[in-house]
């Protein structure tokens, strides 16, 4: 994995798109008070940085996207987190190391539309495959994480940064050939196929 470019690629996306993100990241923060908008607005902000990455235009609306995969993002959202809580609740380690299998998870249910166990399995494939990677690109987002969080306002540039960064891993690993293949059935959510 070549953090440079994933990290370079993260921040020209951010700065070409500064305000969106920003502004994006503040509703998703106060949004997320309300518990039932969390799961689509983190959708929706990694959608706007799949978008950023792409090199099209990042709108502020996009951040909203998620609400057309309310029940995809929530799906994904809740197994993760009962996972991973169960995961730290043995001894810690194992909460490390499913948050590891775990990180491509929202990038890919995103970039490639699956649905929520397709993304978990693909990320938990991938991150099988590409463990020290994928535990060296942890170590940068919880330190990145780290310094936002210090300053509160920090947060409103290094969460946008994070979600760059892991859609651009993600989007490494599913360009490069002979590294990694897997495919799996998109499983959409039935009410995401009504609306």
Do not use: C, H
Not at 115 to 143: C, R, T
Request: aromatic share 12%; glycine share 8%.
């Amino acid at each position: 994995m070549d953090y440079e470019d994933i990290f370079s690629r993260s921040w020209n996306a951010f700065k070409g798109n500064v305000a969106a993100f920003i502004v994006a990241t503040i509703i998703v923060v106060f949004g997320s008070i309300f518990i039932v908008t969390i799961a689509p607005l983190f959708y929706g902000l990694t959608y706007m940085a799949v978008k950023g990455l792409r090199g099209e235009k990042v709108e502020i609306n996009d951040v909203f996207e998620g609400f057309n995969r309310f029940v995809k993002s929530w799906v994904l959202l809740l197994v993760s987190v009962i996972l991973i809580g169960i995961g730290y609740m043995l001894l810690i380690l194992p909460g490390i190391i499913l948050s590891i299998l775990l990180i491509y998870s929202f990038p890919l249910l995103v970039i490639k539309d699956y649905g929520a166990m397709d993304a978990i399995k693909e990320s938990i494939d991938i991150s099988k495959q590409n463990f020290v990677d994928s535990l060296v690109l942890f170590i940068i987002v919880a330190i990145i994480s780290t310094i936002g969080g210090v300053t509160y306002l920090g947060t409103f540039v290094t969460t946008p940064i994070i979600t760059l960064a892991l859609v651009a891993a993600a989007e490494s690993y599913l360009g490069t050939e002979g590294n990694y293949t897997a495919e799996y059935t998109d499983v959409s959510d039935q009410d995401d196929e009504i609306n």
